[in-house]
Nanobody, 115 residues
């Protein structure tokens, strides 16, 4: 079992930056990839990006060039650096981890970007 806990959300203005953290605990040794998803009001769950063990990252087109995912495997922590935030980035952000093909999720954290 893997437990994930997000932190760092809040209310910011358009153009600001914000960094989310995801701390993993439990059987973290099995984690291969980690990622971020978000759900905006009235919309479906949206993939934001992921990072694998090697450090390779991939991003959704809507955030590419503005968001950066990083990871510290020793500290079992992943970060989502969000720059040039837009009102359409407003959503609940979820941390995700893949462990032996099982998916684990954090409880989600609110990010609100005002115009």
């Amino acid at each position: 079992q893997v437990q994930l806990l997000e932190s760092g959300g809040g209310l910011v203005q358009a153009g600001d930056s914000l960094r989310l953290s995801c701390s993993a605990s439990g059987e973290t040794g099995c984690i291969s990839s980690m990622g971020w998803y978000r759900r905006a009001p009235g919309k479906d769950h949206e993939w934001v990006g992921f990072i694998i063990d090697s450090g390779t990252t991939r991003y959704a087109g809507s955030v590419k060039g503005r968001f950066t995912i990083s990871r510290d495997n020793v500290r079992n922590t992943m970060w989502l650096q969000m720059d040039s935030l837009k009102p359409e980035d407003t959503a609940v952000y979820y941390c995700n981890a893949d462990c032996h093909s099982a998916q684990y999720w954090g409880q989600g954290i609110q990010v609100t970007v005002s115009s």
